[in-house]
């Protein structure tokens, strides 16, 4: 039993930096051959948890070498545009300048419930309303209405508003991101009077604080805990 708990640890932790390593994206932002990588390497790594008899390192090796594969052809499609086109393929243009592309739509095996289906997940209702639809090469249908039915920005209704900029987190349930502090130019002194302006005795008292470029602070004190 403990044998096989050490094996599943190693190999759990282990998948973990390779996926890691490869970069940071959930399962449906995966390009085609990064999926297939991920499958490969799950499926791989299963043999030696199956089957105690087989050595650890014939179910890691394969992945290892996956791995390698992997960040070789990312660095290669990084380099060659026509290479990332023939591994990746290209966006497709569903819905150009108002106009359902048919060919584009039987070429990407894409149906028109799909289409409505993914309009609807963008919130739009109306087909007409859209100007431009891509079929980016991870799957995903990004969209852009015709301009009189995209949100006005502030600039067209006139304000000027003050961009608060990037908001970093400084108290993150009760613990202080030091790094982040250091960060932000801020120190233990300038965080303690800030809590004691708040009624908080310390950061175990706080369950959200975080300061943007502007010097705006957003707090939220720590709930009382249900016995």
């Known amino acids: ?3 096989v708990i050490i094996r599943t640890l190693i190999v759990y932790f282990a998948l973990v930096l390779f ?17 297939a990588v991920a499958v490969l390497i799950a499926d791989l790594a299963a043999h030696p948890l ?6 650890l390192m014939n179910g890691l090796l394969p992945v290892i070498v996956l791995f390698c594969c992997e960040v070789l052809i990312a660095g290669a499609t990084m380099k060659s545009s026509r290479l990332r086109s023939l591994l ?12 359902i592309d048919q060919r584009e739509m039987r ?9 409505t289906e993914e309009l609807r997940g963008n919130g739009i209702t109306d087909i007409a309303q859209v100007e431009y639809a891509v079929l980016e090469t991870n799957g995903v249908l990004n969209t852009l209405l015709f301009p009189e ?23 993150d349930d009760g613990r202080v991101l030091e790094q982040n502090l250091r960060y932000m130019g801020r120190d233990r002194r300038w965080l303690e009077r800030e ?3 708040r009624g908080a005795r310390g950061a175990e008292d706080v ?7 502007s010097g705006k602070v957003y707090y939220a004190a720590m709930e009382a805990k249900s016995q």
């Not at 890691?20 to 390009?31: A, H, N, S, T, Y």
């Not at 990746?88 to 106009?99: D, T």
């Open 50 to 55: 199956q089957d105690i008899g087989i050595p």
């Open 88 to 99: 990746y393929g290209r966006p497709a243009f569903l819905i150009k300048k108002g106009v």
């Open 19 to 35: 996926m890691r390593l490869m970069g940071k994206r959930q399962l449906g932002e995966l390009e085609l051959p990064e999926l």
């Open 1 to 3: 039993m403990a044998i």
């Open 149 to 171: 039915f995209r949100a006005p920005s502030a600039r067209d209704l006139g304000l000027h508003p003050e961009g608060g900029g990037y908001t970093v987190v400084l108290i």
């Open 195 to 197: 809590l004691a302006r």
């Open 207 to 213: 369950y959200l604080l975080a300061l943007d470029e």
């Open 107 to 115: 070429r990407s095996r894409f149906t028109l419930d799909e289409l």
